[in-house]
């Protein structure tokens, strides 16, 4: 795969074209997706329907490549500064592109695994865990380091589904094991691994018999683990738990399997969004729980006959989730009579229970059809999987466009560009933007200094080695503010620092000599 220079002139255009404003569509009809040619890579086209800047960054075809796509709604595809972009293929391997123009850099060579992250500060690092060690991979220099290792297993891992804490402090995952004779998998235990003191944190030891087991993360902010056990039952061990760091049982509630992602509702709680099938009403309703207490707030409703992906990775954008609905083997054809509401489309809904929605565009996209009726016979990286970056403004999700829905060859990566169209921070948690405060000088040998022109900022400034490893942690809540960094090593030093939500406000480097 080459860079493409005409990609590149054709983005030009793009750029140009966010001078045109449109009005996002906020209602809940009905809205008929049409019929639409497939554009070609780099081509800027609007969404005929709602509006919006769309562009196809991939030709995967083109490149000989099972499909190109994002890794899963609940990953950030983004690096912590933006720059930087991760795509992956059907056989999971991992691509690296400019994340700001969208052209291809590199393959990653050798990252794979059910958990792959980019580091929530260190731009240039990628965390991944193939089975049982967890590695960072620094896509600058393609040096691989190992982290950890969780012996005693034989993998260890969130099962592709959680994520590390915002601060890249916690790791949560499940111990699983394999008895060569019989070949049976058995889930051991919970871990909560400490990355910035490299230790073991806690464990639980699971039942010797469960049920069913999908994924185990930790929330955002650290303070919680939450489990999915997969079916509908009350009891311990069943539907979502929902635990402390140290595994204190807080709740349970019986929620089956549904997806779902943890994010930060607009005050600054920790939450699981999550799509629940009611068998009496026969829709599915997308809902927020409180992972203090539980506490359920229905966000939406939408109808049975399709399935949907879930994204809280706007992490600066709190209180908004992304949804991309997709047609379920229940409805293997569609057409404009019974047209559903939401259907096949890449939509952002607010976290308040007021149904409050901004509709992004129809992802063109079909995984199940008469040709590929169930699946045995379809392609799962169709599904769109739409993902959003740190601060809502750009939203990217995989298609096939209905073309060839049977070969993986076919879906490839696209692109809505909002950021004309919405505000990314409100204006009350805007404390902390970039020219409201400095750290200087840089470099720096000793004292490093903290100027902010807010009163009172309140954050945490967490200072990271080159290989993105914890070194200290700053409290600030003066304007004006020394840090002493004489103990820390000299070189390279990336910083992070997060406002008193846990919403990570700026990342960036310092030198010291």
Request: charged share 25%; glycine share 14%.
């Given at each position: 795969m080459k860079a493409n220079k005409r990609f590149f002139l054709m983005f030009?255009?793009?750029?140009?074209?966010q001078s045109m404003v449109a009005q996002l569509v906020t209602h809940h009809n009905a809205v008929y997706q049409g019929d639409l040619a497939q554009p070609l890579p780099g081509i800027l086209f609007t969404d005929p329907n709602f509006h919006t800047p769309v562009v196809r960054l991939t030709d995967a075809r083109t490149s000989g490549i099972h499909g190109l796509f994002p890794d899963y709604s609940k990953r950030q595809a983004w690096n912590s500064n933006e720059t930087l972009m991760l795509l992956r293929s059907g056989w999971s391997d991992a691509y690296l592109y400019n994340g700001q123009n969208y052209q291809f850099i590199k393959a990653l060579e050798g990252v794979a695994g059910d958990d792959v992250f980019w580091h929530p500060s260190n731009p240039e690092l990628v965390l991944f865990n193939p089975d049982t060690v967890l590695f960072s991979y620094n896509v600058i220099t393609d040096e691989v380091r190992t982290v950890h290792t969780f012996n005693s297993y034989a993998w260890a891992n969130t099962r592709g589904e959680g994520n590390i804490s915002n601060d890249g402090r916690y790791y949560a995952v499940v111990g699983r094991t394999y008895d060569n004779v019989t070949g049976e998998v058995s889930f051991r235990d919970l871990i909560v691994y400490d990355?910035?003191?490299d230790r073991v944190a806690s464990t639980m030891a699971l039942p010797a018999v469960l049920a069913d087991f999908d994924w185990v993360s930790i929330s955002p902010?650290?303070?919680?683990?939450?489990?999915?056990?997969?079916?509908?039952?009350?009891?311990?061990?069943?539907?979502?738990?929902?635990?402390?760091?140290?595994?204190?049982?807080?709740?349970?509630?019986?929620?089956?399997?549904?997806h779902s992602d943890l994010g930060l509702d607009a005050s600054g709680e920790e939450v699981l969004i999550m799509d629940i099938y009611d068998d009496d009403s026969n829709l599915n309703y997308i809902n927020k729980y409180s992972l203090a207490n539980g506490t359920t707030t229905q966000l939406l409703s939408v109808a049975q006959p399709f399935d949907l992906h879930i994204s809280c990775r706007a992490m600066n954008r709190p209180g908004w989730v992304y949804i991309s609905t997709f047609d379920s083997e229940y409805r293997l054809t569609d057409g404009l009579e019974g047209w559903l509401p939401f259907e096949d489309e890449v939509f952002?809904?607010?976290?308040?229970?007021?149904?409050?929605?901004?509709?992004?565009?129809?992802?063109?996209?079909?995984?199940?059809?008469?040709?590929?009726?169930d699946r045995e016979t379809a392609v799962y990286f169709a599904e769109p999987h739409a993902t959003v970056?740190?601060?809502?403004?750009r939203v990217l999700f995989g298609s096939n466009w209905r073309i060839h829905i049977e070969e993986d060859y076919s879906i490839d990566a696209y692109l809505i560009d909002l950021t004309n169209l919405i505000t990314a921070i409100p204006e009350e948690k805007s404390d902390l933007i970039n020219d409201k405060y400095q750290l200087f000088p840089n470099p720096v040998s000793d004292q490093l200094f903290f100027s902010s022109k807010v009163a009172a900022p309140d954050c945490r400034i967490r200072l990271y080695n080159s290989l993105g490893m914890f070194l200290v942690e700053f409290i600030v809540d003066q304007e004006n503010t020394n840090l002493d960094i004489r103990g820390l090593p000299a070189g390279l030093i990336y910083y992070q620092i997060i406002d008193k939500n846990g919403i990570s406000r700026d990342s960036g480097k310092i030198i010291r000599r």
């Open positions: 030009l255009g793009f750029l140009a074209f990355i910035q003191e902010l650290g303070n919680y683990v939450i489990v999915d056990y997969a079916d509908k039952e009350t009891g311990r061990y069943h539907g979502i738990e929902v635990y402390d760091r140290n595994f204190n049982f807080i709740w349970q509630k019986g929620l089956g399997a549904g952002a809904l607010k976290m308040d229970g007021s149904g409050g929605v901004e509709r992004y565009a129809h992802h063109r996209s079909r995984e199940y059809s008469p040709a590929t009726p970056d740190h601060s809502g403004r």
